[in-house]
T-cell receptor
Framework: GAGVSQSPRYKVAKRGQDVALRCDPI?????LFWYQQALGQGPEFLTY????????KSGLPSDRFFAERPEGSVSTLKIQRTQQEDSAVYLC??????????????FGPGTRLTVL | AQKVTQAQTEISVVEKEDVTLDCVYE???????LFWYKQPPSGELVFLIR??????QNEISGRYSWNFQKSTSSFNFTITASQVVDSAVYFC?????????????FGTGTRLKVLA
């Protein structure tokens, strides 16, 4: 079956531009996570959704970062006024059940964001 | 605070050698979950195993085995008779169960190179 998909796979933005990154989780998955992975580092938690509810946004690095999942399926991570330090791979993951009973997280291929 | 340490940044082995990847974690939660993920060159993280804090039984899956020791806060991963296809970055991760916490904490990863 279809896995988690993310688009675009690559995004180049000029400093100060706004970007929107999309995640299509596996159909029926309740939980959705966003992570930021800098080069040579492990994924760092950004935010968590249970259906359409954003239950944890403690990992968002600044108020320039905003995420939504309005219908409980597709999610969008928006970064306003991008800065060079935002350059990273943004990973989306989904799992079938709600936290804390979440089981296997299935990760998407990520969106590599480069801010010039 | 929760923390995962993977002290080995990069390991190189020759095919058919056994290799152990170390993971040390810190948490104050009495109930927690530990994970290993594989990130091949394609970039998509692949789930390998999940263990909860009450189950210290070692697990074997084919050429993979995991050693969980609460006394030393370690969750090490061994690949027996390594193969070139095992070349990837391996991440250890921790999830606590403190109320309000949805974070998965990842280590910085160990890059494994298996040489033919």
């Amino acid at each position: 079956g279809a896995g988690v998909s993310q688009s675009p796979r690559y995004k180049v933005a000029k400093r100060g531009q706004d970007v929107a990154l999309r995640c299509d989780p596996i159909s029926g998955h309740v939980s959705l996570f966003w992570y930021q992975q800098a080069l040579g580092q492990g994924p760092e938690f950004l935010t968590y959704f249970q259906n359409e509810a954003q239950l944890d946004k403690s990992g968002l690095p600044s108020d320039r970062f905003f995420a939504e999942r309005p219908e409980g399926s597709v999610s969008t991570l928006k970064i306003q006024r991008t800065q060079q330090e935002d350059s990273a791979v943004y990973l989306c993951a989904s799992s079938l059940r709600r936290f804390p009973d979440t089981d296997t997280q299935y990760f998407g291929p990520g969106t590599r964001l480069t801010v010039l | 605070a929760q923390k995962v340490t993977q002290a080995q940044t990069e390991i190189s082995v020759v095919e058919k050698e056994d290799v152990t990847l170390d993971c040390v974690y810190e948490t104050r939660d009495t109930t927690y979950y530990l994970f290993w993920y594989k990130q091949p060159p394609s970039g998509e993280l692949v789930f390998l195993i999940r263990r909860n804090s009450f189950d210290e039984q070692n697990e074997i899956s084919g050429r993979y085995s995991w050693n969980f020791q609460k006394s030393t806060s370690s969750f090490n991963f061994t690949i027996t008779a390594s193969q070139v296809v095992d070349s990837a970055v391996y991440f250890c991760a921790l999830r606590g169960t403190t109320s309000g916490t949805y974070k998965y904490i990842f280590g910085t990863g160990t890059r494994l190179k298996v040489l033919a």
